[in-house]
């Protein structure tokens, strides 16, 4: 297994953001060697073994000193060539303010061993901060752990001489302090750049919902590699992504546009326009014959996913209180952020749990109020629970 499958520069998949020099240079895990590729596999493992999914997904950064660092064999710099070249790794001269602001923007969490003291006057979020900056940490046996960082609460004096130091540093580059901070308005947006075969905003990769992000540079969104203004290709469709578990375990992530839905079943058939995801494979004991071959169509408008219900046994959605309500075959209904849409017992699906600013808004469900049969979020008939394993037929 390689990293390869971890990697994406999409900021709405990205669990994490990742400083990948810092982490192949850790001399601490694995191998004694000055730089080692395989510690960013064994850290994709160990963050998807963390946070308990292996669809897990990290946005790179890599600077460029490692893509050329001879303490890498010739076929670890040549992998690094190929990820930045296919769009899923992004080169940086240098990647820490890189990494906070992707951080800041499409609030993933940081994986480095950094104190990004200079950073702390502009992102006032990371002083002291205890859920969004991580490290991996070698354990017994040669394995690799992941552990949670508080971030250091410094003086202005050090905050002012790393951020001077940072300034020699980037000299000849625009000081950022002055700028007014990074802008929603720029994700909210489809971006190509003018330098031919640019890996970052090529545009039209993907059903069009990739895209990595812009940099802010006075006023303007510009490509990080090439400081070029980018060209506004109109607004980005509105995306929410969803993820499928079955027998208890995160099998796939789906990232919905609006305009492509997306089915999902035992062995969906997907029209033009659609996407199929198929589940067949993953289904065990009676999910096998109870999920229809299309059980789910998935759309998204403006931010809001709804589930179309294509089967023979329709479906259940379970909120966070264990509440259940029953969408009847053929039935629509809009699915919030902390609900189960249950195809089965054993099989659901649900929005991922970070909000991203192309979201629309999905607030928390309220608990169901007794005098309301059909909550604000109903669009077709949905029934109180009944007991789903009567009368169930097996599926075409
Ligand atoms: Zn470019």
Redesign the pocket.
């Known amino acids: 297994m390689s990293a390869e499958q971890f990697l994406t520069l999409d900021p709405a998949s990205a669990d994490f953001v990742v400083d990948v020099s810092n982490v192949v240079r850790d001399d601490a895990l694995l191998s004694a060697r000055k730089a080692d590729l395989e510690r960013l596999t064994a850290l994709c493992r160990a963050l998807a073994s963390h946070v308990g999914d292996h669809t897990l997904q990290i946005y790179a950064v890599v600077d460029d000193s490692l893509l050329t660092d001879s303490y890498l064999t010739r076929a670890e710099r040549a992998q690094l060539h190929d990820w930045v070249e296919a769009g899923l790794m992004e080169p940086r001269t240098v990647a820490d303010d890189r990494l906070i602001e992707i951080a800041d923007l499409s609030g993933v969490s940081v994986v480095s061993d950094d104190g990004f003291v200079e950073f702390h006057r502009r992102y006032p979020w990371i002083s002291g901060n205890r859920d969004r900056f991580v490290k991996p940490v070698p354990l017994p046996g040669g394995r690799v752990g992941i552990a949670r960082r508080v971030m250091p609460v410094p003086e202005d004096w050090q905050i002012t001489r790393k951020e001077e130091e940072r300034l020699l540093l980037s000299a000849g580059m625009l000081d950022r302090r002055t700028g007014s901070g990074p802008r929603r308005e720029f994700l909210e947006r489809l971006w190509r750049?003018?330098?031919r075969g640019?890996?970052?905003?090529e545009g039209g990769r993907r059903t069009g919902a990739g895209q990595a992000l812009p940099r802010h540079d006075r006023g303007r969104a510009v490509?990080?590699?090439?400081r070029?203004p980018?060209i506004d290709r109109g607004p980005r469709p509105s995306q929410v992504e969803v993820k499928i578990h079955v027998n208890d375990e995160v099998q796939t992530r789906v990232v919905v546009v609006a305009g492509h839905d997306v089915v999902v079943g035992r062995d969906p058939v997907a029209r033009k326009g659609q996407r199929a995801v198929l589940i067949g494979p993953w289904l065990t004991g009676a999910a096998t014959h109870l999920v229809s071959r299309s059980h789910v169509r998935l759309a998204c408008h403006d931010g809001v996913l709804e589930a179309h219900d294509t089967s023979t046994n329709g479906c259940r959605v379970r909120s966070a209180d264990g509440t259940e309500r029953e969408v009847r075959p053929g039935r629509t209904w809009q699915l919030r952020r902390g609900q189960r849409l249950l195809l089965h017992e054993s099989v659901w699906v649900e929005i991922s749990g970070r909000t991203f600013v192309l979201e629309g808004e999905t607030p928390l469900p309220k608990a169901p109020a007794r005098s309301e049969p059909s909550g604000p979020t109903m669009l077709g008939q949905i029934l109180p629970k009944q007991d789903h394993r009567k009368g169930r037929r097996p599926t075409r």
């Open positions: 750049c003018p330098e640019c890996r970052l905003f490509c990080p590699t090439h070029l980018l």
